[in-house]
């Protein structure tokens, strides 16, 4: 027992995760005009228990086309919520409720005193900090600013963005690197205990949107290095926009997506995302690959076809309905 927390039970978090398999299909949405019962059926959250301290939460694209993934990681003396979504209200989108009770489940079985909330986000973009209001009153709870300022001083970062620091949950310590390229105030995090690289919007089975292509491609490099280095079992972002057949995505905008590329990613397509960075580094504009497309710069041209391929589907879908 730890006396200073009130721990009955403590976890090991020394070895590995026994985890369970990753969804096969992730809720995806449901087809345009659809039926009241089908619409009713799709939950607004999707919640996969990787293992008894981890979640993957997705949040519906019936609600958001932007369909995030929010991780939350728990520890022996607090627990960390990986960003809050794309959906504001709690009467749509019940995160901080199902948080809530995933925490009270878990301490049911590891009872403390008490047990301190983190919410923090791979990066400041909307759909990704809009629920941060469900948490602002939340007792005994820290929700970190989106700015790089307060990213460095949660965190201890002396040496942004390349330098590595650990992130104590109680046991299960996380090493937490800046990557800037997609946002300034990026991070990606390495969680040991289940191998995940938990790489946000920056490295994800869709459309890499690049703000600053040097910053992107030393990002890329400093996350290949991590994973060269140490044991990383997925490259796990935050959305998906691919489908299955390679070098295909689904247009900007669609809700509904039942052919969805897998989330997790290999090391090898990390290494690839990162040769591709380096290819196109000097080249702005939309550079497709198997597994992403890359945005380089404002991409006009290629945001526009975007919009166009949507229109289309959505025409298609209605004459064949």
């Known amino acids: 027992m730890d006396d200073h927390s009130g721990t009955t039970s403590h976890v090991d978090f020394g070895g590995r995760a026994v985890a369970a398999p990753f969804p096969e299909r992730w809720i995806h949405g449901v087809p345009p005009r659809a039926s009241r019962e089908l619409r009713e059926a799709d939950p607004p959250l999707q919640v996969h228990r990787h293992d ?12 958001t086309f932007e369909g995030p993934f929010l991780y939350l990681l728990l520890g022996n003396e607090r627990a960390l919520l990986l960003d809050t979504g794309a959906v504001a209200d709690p009467g ?8 809530d009770g995933l925490l009270d489940e878990w301490l049911a079985g590891h009872p403390r005193d008490r047990y301190p909330l983190v919410v923090a986000h791979t990066h400041g973009h909307g759909d990704h900090v809009d629920g941060d ?9 820290t929700v970190v600013g989106r700015d ?4 460095r001083k949660h965190f201890g970062f002396t040496d942004w963005p390349r330098q590595t620091v650990p992130f104590d949950l109680g046991g299960r310590v996380l090493e937490v690197t800046g990557s800037p390229g997609h946002h300034s105030a990026a991070i990606t995090i390495r969680d040991p205990w289940t191998g995940c690289l938990l790489t946000g919007d920056t490295v994800y089975p869709g459309r890499l949107y690049v703000e600053d292509a040097a910053a992107f491609t030393q990002t890329l490099e400093a996350l290949v290095e991590i994973a060269d280095s140490r044991w990383v079992s997925a490259v796990m972002g935050c959305h998906v926009e691919m489908t ?16 969805e590329a897998p989330l997790p990613m290999t090391v090898g397509q990390l290494r690839s995302v990162r040769d591709a960075a380096r290819e196109v580094e000097a080249r702005p504009g939309a550079h497709v690959r198997d597994d992403v497309i890359i945005f380089n710069g404002p991409c006009r041209g290629a945001m526009v076809r975007q919009v166009a391929r949507r229109a289309v589907a959505e025409l298609v879908g209605r004459v064949r309905r």
Do not use: C, I, K, W
């Open 92 to 99: 749509r989108m019940p995160l901080r409720s199902t948080v």
């Open 148 to 151: 790089v300022d307060a990213v």
């Open 133 to 141: 209001g469900q948490f602002a009153n939340r007792p005994d709870t």
């Open 244 to 259: 299955r057949t390679p070098g295909r995505d689904y247009p900007l905008g669609t809700t509904y997506q039942p052919d």
């Open 52 to 63: 008894e301290h981890t979640y993957v939460l997705r949040q519906s694209q019936r609600l």
